[in-house]
């Protein structure tokens, strides 16, 4: 981007007019116009005060071009545990530009669901470490027992809370202006089956089972199975979903996390195993992570510790990332475990 649409842009993301910056530089508003249309460049001696006047630095003025930019924020929500306010601010910014100027401009439009999603994340990271403060001082605080809930996903017993009626409604609306959307589908059919509609899942399931024509469609109806009461039907779908797509890594996954549920502990271990290593690189670490929880619940701790070794080694070697969230995270993990085992043989 050169320096007049940047110019432009901060304008229009400030919601200022070319009089307005005209005015606070002591130049004409055709000098402004110039600039942002290319026949122009500012003199060099103005850029400090056109920088003051958009609350940027003068690096920002000569900002990367836009693709450069959204893959910037794209690795950074991945690679980042927090953003900095300021850094978030000037995300936002460049972002809300992007989508005055192009408001048909979809990855714009996604980087400012990302950036605000790990907003979230971060936030309620803290908010979690501080109710469990609440309850560490008072064990019997609603509040904070709430504020732990609210802030980690978890389930808070009442219905009307924990179940997912708006996103529900919004995928339906979502599938009948995109009859058939894959996306859409598995959404509503997760929620769905998440808030044991089984019976309303099942039409989804079948259109499902057009569309993708893939284990899907009996992953799911082994769930419906199981909503009902009958586990044997529904462990027999599962097994169909993996005979039937023995080279595919997710039917594993998913029979695995089933297992895991029914307390079928070393059939989902061999389940995780396999769908990692049936995966071509660069392979997704979600079985590794399984793998890693279940080994904990087991009391296998030096296991665990070697998944998440496991993980580190995967996103260096295969994503090539050496530092970043998700590595600080799996160190975080590695050393909680193995105080975990020191205690252990302590006792």
């Not at 836009?66 to 850094?87: G, K, L, V």
């Not at 009442?158 to 598995?186: A, T």
């Not at 993996?242 to 595919?248: D, G, I, L, Q, S």
Request: glycine share 6%; hydrophobic share 35%; net charge negative.
């Amino acid at each position: 981007m050169d320096i007049g649409k940047r110019i432009k842009a901060l304008r229009i993301a400030k919601e200022a007019k070319q009089e307005e910056l005209a005015e606070y530089l002591g130049v004409s508003f055709q000098a402004v116009s110039k600039w942002e249309t290319g026949a122009s460049v500012p003199d060099i001696g103005l850029l400090p005060n056109i920088a003051v006047f958009f609350g940027v630095t003068i690096d920002e003025l000569f900002r990367i071009p836009n693709e450069a930019e959204f893959e910037r924020i794209e690795n950074m929500c991945w690679q980042e545990r927090r953003i900095p306010a300021e850094t978030f601010g000037h995300c936002l910014r460049f972002l809300e530009g992007v989508v005055r100027e192009e408001p048909r401009n979809a990855r714009a439009y996604y980087c400012l669901a990302a950036l605000y999603n790990h907003r979230a994340r971060a936030d309620h990271e803290a908010a979690g470490e501080y109710a469990k403060k609440v309850l560490e001082l008072a064990p019997d605080d609603k509040g904070g027992r709430c504020a732990y809930l609210e802030a980690k996903n978890g389930v808070c017993g009442d219905e009307w809370w924990d179940n997912h009626f708006e996103v529900i409604e919004y995928f339906k609306e979502f599938l009948r202006k995109n009859p058939g959307n894959y996306g859409g589908l598995y959404a509503l059919i997760e929620n769905l089956l998440d808030d044991e509609r089984y019976e309303e899942a099942v039409p989804y399931i079948e259109q499902i089972r057009t569309v993708a024509k893939n284990y899907q469609y009996e992953t799911y109806m082994g769930d419906v199975a199981f909503g009902r009461g009958n586990c044997e039907k529904a462990i027999e779908y599962w097994n169909g979903a993996v005979e039937h797509f023995p080279h595919n890594w997710q039917p594993y996954c998913n029979r695995a996390d089933r297992f895991k549920k029914l307390g079928r502990y070393e059939e989902a271990l061999a389940d995780y195993e396999k769908c990692f290593e049936i995966q071509e690189p660069p392979r997704l670490t979600d079985g590794l992570h399984s793998l890693a929880q279940l080994h904990e619940i087991l009391g296998r701790l030096e296991e665990a510790v070697h998944d998440r070794q496991r993980i580190i080694k995967c996103l260096k070697e295969e994503y090539h990332t050496f530092s970043g969230a998700e590595i600080e995270e799996q160190k975080r993990e590695v050393e909680r475990l193995k105080r975990l085992i020191s205690l252990k043989r302590e006792a």
